[in-house]
Nanobody, 128 residues
């Protein structure tokens, strides 16, 4: 079965950190750009970050720049989203998506249309 599985979400206090993982099974991530998206209750899904297949290009939403980093380990078939200095407004369900077309050079949002695979999401809650 071809799928992406996110993990690493949870409850954290403001200022804390979490590392989300996006692992692929049934296919290799080597040729896919990976995007991270999030959706808070009552809000539209938004792009958070992406990384190109080689890892040479990354992008971040303005709201997370300087706090989040993205990396990939193709040997482990996994992409990571390191989230530091978390804020209550980061609370959302986080999804990863694999996109064969995107090179992660432009806006993150269009990846939502071109992504081939999506994970089921992992909840991140930032609260004291």
């Amino acid at each position: 079965q071809l799928q992406l599985v996110e993990s690493g979400g949870g409850l954290v206090q403001p200022g804390g950190s979490l590392r989300l993982s996006c692992a692929a099974s049934g296919f290799t991530l080597d040729y896919y750009a990976i995007g991270w998206f999030r959706q808070a209750p009552g809000k539209e899904r938004e792009g958070v970050s992406c990384i190109s297949s080689s890892g040479s290009h990354t992008k971040f939403a303005d709201s997370v720049k300087g706090r989040f980093t993205i990396s990939r380990d193709n040997a482990k078939n996994t992409v990571y989203l390191q989230m530091n200095n978390l804020k209550p407004e980061d609370t959302a369900v986080y999804y990863c998506a694999a996109d064969f077309v995107s090179a992660c050079l432009g806006d993150i949002a269009p990846m939502q249309e071109s992504a081939s695979y999506w994970g089921q999401g992992t909840q991140v809650t930032v609260s004291s």
